[in-house]
């Protein structure tokens, strides 16, 4: 079985590498090459010998993702790819751009186990954890089809990161190497449904990323039915993380909050939230719920969600309500997969650019 060299990191690869050459230069221009250019094969790398080549792709291979479909939205030119595994798996991520410049999200496992009610990434089941080099994958293909250079990277794609720690610690010390993608952590956010030892194991890194937790919900009656992950990691736990987090990081986390209408959208909902989060240096994020098919869940009304966030801020906690990007596309994560795997196909958007 080769390995994906890939999702070595800096340091590792440097071990690796002096198996093949001791030259100390020669893992800075493989990494380059894996990492800043986005190779996709050994004979790429026309300034490493061919017999090291040779030697590297006995023992290695190089984890990449090819188009399968593209949908560019007509209402903002966000951008959402179905991705191609090299094992024939598909993966999604969403480019969009903002003033600052471009965002993708990026996908960190093949489904998801977490089961969520809302969210469309859990229907077409679990496969498996997305290498390190598979995560990077998707911002190397994206760059080189649109010809940019993506500065920020959201992990709300497809699957739970802090579900597949290890490969997701060596994707985010990988796109922030400066012989890499050289992506600033501050430019990095990490979703997740609140796994919390994987919280505390996060903050030991101390990496200057945004953590963003995925709340849904102000208390453990709302929260266990509509996020099973509750059931193991109740909220005041979850809560608890997060205080520390920012403690030890110091930096200020997330928290995304989807209004589903009659389930976790009233005032009460509103004010026991702000509540759990007083006297908390944290920012909440109001979503709409996305409409998902196979799921009853309703959007918020406008009013209903204007009035949830005012409660927020009389109550002195920071809140944004969250502009929906590519709705025409189905920007939300999983639901191409799932579809791809039932063969439907959009209407309302341009296929293929
Ligand atoms: N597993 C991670 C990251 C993936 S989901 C997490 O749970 O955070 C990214 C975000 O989209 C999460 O906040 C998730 O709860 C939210 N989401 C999922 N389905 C949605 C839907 N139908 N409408 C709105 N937000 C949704």
Not at 3 to 26: C, G, M, P, W
Not at 29 to 36: C, D, G, P, R, S
Not at 308 to 326: A, D, E, H, P, W
Request: glycine share 6%.
């Amino acid at each position: 079985m080769k390995e994906d060299i890939k999702s070595l990191t800096y340091d590792q690869l440097n071990t690796a590498v002096l198996d093949f050459s001791h030259e100390s230069f020669r893992a800075k221009q493989i990494y380059q090459w894996l990492h800043k250019y986005g190779c996709k094969s050994f004979a790429e790398m026309t300034n490493i010998s061919k017999s090291i080549r040779a030697k590297l792709s006995d023992k290695y291979y190089i984890s990449s993702c090819e188009i399968e479909e593209k949908y560019v939205s007509k209402m903002d030119s966000t951008v959402k790819y179905l991705f191609k595994l090299s094992d024939g798996e598909y993966i999604e991520s969403v480019v969009m751009k903002y003033k600052y410049g471009y965002t993708i999200c990026v996908s960190s496992q093949v489904g998801c186990k977490m089961g969520c009610t809302f969210c469309a990434s859990a229907i077409a089941g679990f496969s498996r954890n997305l290498t390190a080099g598979e995560i990077e994958s998707q911002i190397h293909c994206a760059q080189s089809d649109l010809g940019i250079r993506i500065s920020n990277i959201v992990m709300m794609g497809i699957g739970e990161p802090l579900d597949n720690f290890d490969n997701v610690i060596s994707f985010l010390k990988n796109v922030n190497h400066e012989n890499g993608l050289n992506i600033s952590m501050r430019n990095i956010t990490v979703s997740t449904c609140g796994i919390v030892p994987r919280i505390y194991d996060l903050m030991g890194y101390n990496f200057q990323l945004t953590l963003t937790v995925s709340l849904h919900a102000p208390n453990d009656e709302i929260r266990d039915s509509t996020m099973p992950v509750n059931h193991r990691y109740p909220i005041a736990e979850v809560i608890r993380a997060c205080r520390e987090y920012e403690k030890q990081t110091h930096r200020r986390v997330s928290f995304e909050y989807t209004l589903i209408r009659g389930v976790n959208d009233s005032e009460e909902n509103a004010a026991k939230l702000a509540d759990i989060l007083s006297d908390f240096n944290c920012h909440v994020n109001l979503i709409p719920v996305n409409d998902v098919s196979e799921h009853s869940n309703v959007k918020s009304t406008k009013e209903n969600m204007i009035k949830f966030c005012n409660v927020l801020k009389c109550k002195s906690i920071n809140v944004t309500i969250r502009r929906t990007l590519g709705a025409d596309i189905n920007a939300s994560c999983g639901q191409l997969r799932h579809q791809k795997q039932r063969g439907d196909v959009f209407e309302n958007c341009c296929k293929n650019g």
